[in-house]
């Protein structure tokens, strides 16, 4: 036997999109063929599957797409301010190919007495005992006791004899095929192995996929990226904003940081992992060490800053974030689980809207009252209809401040995505309950005060905007608490 690949995907890819394998076989017109596809990670089997021949090719096809992502996940530490591994974001597998077929010999030799019984001049694997089915050409018609089940008596590795009187042949050439009564198959596993693959949280567009490389994304020069789609220099964030960002880097290299005033800083990737987790936001970049220039990155007047990863060079796109400091009416994030695995964040910093739903299940139940000098009487305090199960779930309504058209498009993934977190936080206020501002005019918030929760965008439809419709361009959106707040009594 012989299997040859036809088709198989790159080494690392999104678990989202097609991961389709086409296998061919040399034993493929074979009765009964099935090719076998086991999965393993390391030396755990994942699943088995068998596979029908296509009808034009006989190609074993399979797309595993839909089975390997269910092993991947995503990964959010919101206290992380250098770097985190990633390990849910991504499934290291590889694929082993074998087959089964109905295990059948023809024969064509001429049948020969062996005592009394009839012999079969065939190389075989039967035994002595196994019950095996005989089809012959003439469908038995000269040989009628030779056709169908018999046991084999005797075996040799190019013959075998069956129970049947070699005084009832009457035709001693008639051909024929013979299989396991049981309809048994031959199994071989792991004829082709294919290693050393690789997917990820990650899934493309029906366009973006076809122009896929996997070593676009290898970080090894200065054209390469990140595991994310944020705008890589039109993308604007507040200064209370936290990004965490995925990235195929290696321990002990580095990510570097560079303001609108040239002062460049840095800091080490410190876990190693096939994916890790970066934090880049202008709330949550870290600790970092200065190479030109002096600390703080973000300084009074600085408007942006870039970053990328560095090994000995410049190894990635540099990604900008332009620094927003226009004043909030209001300040939420929302961070986001986007179409690479990666989590960045929007600001919501205009008029907000937060409303309140309680849900209550009642019952009526039979006022108990008291009996006194001989006359029934009732509490005035007794509850005739009385109520349980009570939810309350919070909805907010939120607005973003103007965007350009790269933050538009990208603000669609925040709408389709699984997992986002409404990021809590709390504010410093007068006596009067009015918002203490800085100097830039935006809110100051109580230190260690912040917390994110989980939340469901409410948006089942959404405007595609373009600037040379609409100039000015913001969205809106309606988020709910994925939590319920418990009620007590």
Same mark, same amino acid.
């Given at each position: &036997?012989?299997?040859?690949?036809?088709?198989?995907?790159?080494?690392?890819?999104?678990?989202?999109?097609?991961?389709?394998?086409?296998?061919?076989?040399?034993?493929?017109?074979?009765?009964?063929?099935?090719?076998?596809?086991?999965?393993?990670?390391?030396?755990?089997?994942?699943?088995?599957?068998?596979?029908?021949?296509?009808?034009?090719?006989?190609?074993?096809?399979?797309?595993?797409?839909?089975?390997?992502?269910?092993?991947?996940?995503?990964?959010?530490?919101?206290?992380?301010?250098?770097?985190?591994?990633?390990?849910?974001?991504?499934?290291?597998?590889?694929?082993?190919?074998?087959?089964?077929?109905?295990?059948?010999?023809?024969?064509?030799?001429?049948?020969?007495?062996?005592?009394?019984?009839?012999?079969?001049?065939?190389?075989?694997?039967?035994?002595?005992?196994?019950?095996?089915?005989?089809?012959?050409?003439? #469908?038995?018609?000269?040989?009628?006791?030779?056709? #169908?089940?018999?046991?084999?008596?005797?075996?040799?590795?190019?013959?075998?004899?069956?129970?049947?009187?070699?005084?009832?042949?009457?035709?001693?050439?008639?051909?024929?095929?013979?299989?396991?009564?049981?309809?048994?198959?031959?199994?071989?596993?792991?004829?082709?192995?294919?290693?050393?693959?690789?997917?990820?949280?990650?899934?493309?567009?029906?366009?973006?996929?076809?122009?896929?490389?996997?070593?676009?994304?290898?970080?090894?020069?200065?054209?390469?990226?990140?595991?994310?789609?944020?705008?890589?220099?039109?993308?604007?964030?507040?200064?209370?904003?936290?990004?965490?960002?995925?990235?195929?880097?290696?321990?002990?290299?580095?990510?570097?940081?560079?303001?609108?005033?040239?002062?460049?800083?840095?800091?080490?990737?410190?876990?190693?992992?096939?994916?890790?987790?970066?934090?880049?936001?202008?709330?949550?970049?870290?600790?970092?060490?200065?190479?030109?220039?002096?600390?703080? &990155?973000?300084?009074?007047?600085?408007?942006?800053?870039?970053?990328?990863?560095?090994?000995?060079?410049?190894?990635?796109?540099?990604?900008?974030?332009?620094?927003?400091?226009?004043?909030?009416?209001?300040?939420?994030?929302?961070?986001?689980?986007?179409?690479?695995?990666?989590?960045?964040?929007?600001?919501?910093?205009?008029?907000?809207?937060?409303?309140?739903?309680?849900?209550?299940?009642?019952?009526?139940?039979?006022?108990?009252?008291?009996?006194?000098?001989?006359?029934?009487?009732?509490?005035?305090?007794?509850?005739?209809?009385?109520?349980?199960?009570?939810?309350?779930?919070?909805?907010?309504?939120?607005?973003?401040?103007?965007?350009?058209?790269? &933050?538009?498009?990208?603000?669609?993934?925040?709408?389709?995505?699984?997992?986002?977190?409404?990021?809590?936080?709390?504010?410093?206020?007068?006596?009067?309950?009015?918002?203490?501002?800085?100097?830039? #005019?935006?809110?100051?918030?109580?230190?260690?005060?912040?917390?994110?929760?989980?939340?469901?965008?409410?948006?089942?439809?959404?405007?595609?905007?373009?600037?040379?419709?609409?100039?000015?361009?913001?969205?809106?959106?309606?988020?709910?608490?994925?939590?319920?707040?418990?009620?007590?009594?």
């Amino acid at each position: &036997m012989a299997q040859s690949i036809i088709a198989q995907p790159q080494r690392i890819m999104p678990a989202y999109n097609p991961i389709r394998f086409i296998a061919d076989s040399t034993n493929k017109n074979k009765t009964g063929f099935r090719y076998i596809y086991q999965i393993y990670s390391g030396a755990t089997l994942l699943g088995t599957f068998k596979v029908l021949p296509t009808f034009s090719t006989g190609y074993g096809e399979i797309d595993l797409s839909k089975f390997l992502s269910s092993y991947v996940s995503w990964d959010f530490s919101p206290s992380v301010t250098l770097d985190k591994a990633a390990p849910n974001s991504y499934k290291n597998y590889q694929v082993n190919i074998g087959e089964e077929y109905l295990y059948e010999i023809t024969y064509t030799s001429a049948l020969t007495n062996s005592g009394t019984n009839t012999r079969i001049n065939v190389a075989n694997i039967f035994q002595v005992g196994d019950q095996i089915n005989i089809t012959q050409n003439d #469908g038995g018609v000269a040989n009628p006791l030779l056709e #169908g089940l018999h046991t084999i008596v005797a075996v040799s590795g190019t013959w075998i004899d069956v129970n049947v009187p070699f005084s009832s042949i009457t035709n001693v050439n008639i051909d024929g095929v013979i299989n396991y009564a049981n309809q048994q198959k031959v199994v071989t596993y792991n004829i082709t192995t294919i290693t050393n693959l690789r997917v990820f949280n990650g899934a493309f567009t029906w366009v973006d996929w076809v122009t896929y490389n996997f070593n676009d994304y290898t970080l090894d020069g200065d054209t390469k990226q990140w595991l994310t789609n944020q705008p890589k220099t039109d993308f604007y964030c507040t200064l209370g904003q936290d990004l965490f960002l995925n990235a195929r880097a290696v321990v002990g290299k580095k990510i570097y940081f560079q303001n609108n005033d040239g002062d460049t800083y840095s800091k080490n990737v410190v876990n190693n992992d096939s994916i890790v987790s970066v934090a880049v936001g202008c709330n949550n970049y870290g600790a970092l060490t200065p190479i030109t220039g002096v600390l703080p &990155m973000l300084k009074d007047d600085t408007t942006y800053y870039d970053f990328w990863y560095e090994d000995a060079g410049q190894k990635s796109v540099k990604y900008r974030v332009n620094v927003d400091r226009r004043v909030q009416i209001n300040e939420y994030h929302i961070c986001f689980l986007d179409r690479l695995g990666s989590f960045s964040s929007f600001a919501f910093q205009l008029k907000s809207y937060e409303r309140g739903d309680v849900t209550r299940d009642e019952f009526n139940k039979d006022v108990q009252g008291y009996v006194k000098a001989g006359a029934w009487n009732y509490n005035y305090e007794e509850f005739g209809f009385n109520t349980f199960n009570i939810n309350v779930t919070k909805t907010l309504e939120l607005n973003t401040n103007w965007m350009t058209q790269n &933050m538009s498009d990208y603000f669609q993934e925040l709408i389709t995505s699984p997992q986002t977190f409404l990021k809590l936080v709390q504010y410093v206020t007068t006596e009067d309950g009015e918002l203490v501002l800085d100097e830039d #005019g935006c809110p100051i918030h109580v230190a260690e005060s912040t917390a994110y929760v989980p939340c469901i965008v409410q948006n089942n439809s959404f405007e595609v905007y373009k600037q040379r419709n609409k100039h000015l361009i913001k969205q809106s959106i309606s988020v709910k608490l994925a939590n319920n707040d418990n009620v007590n009594g």
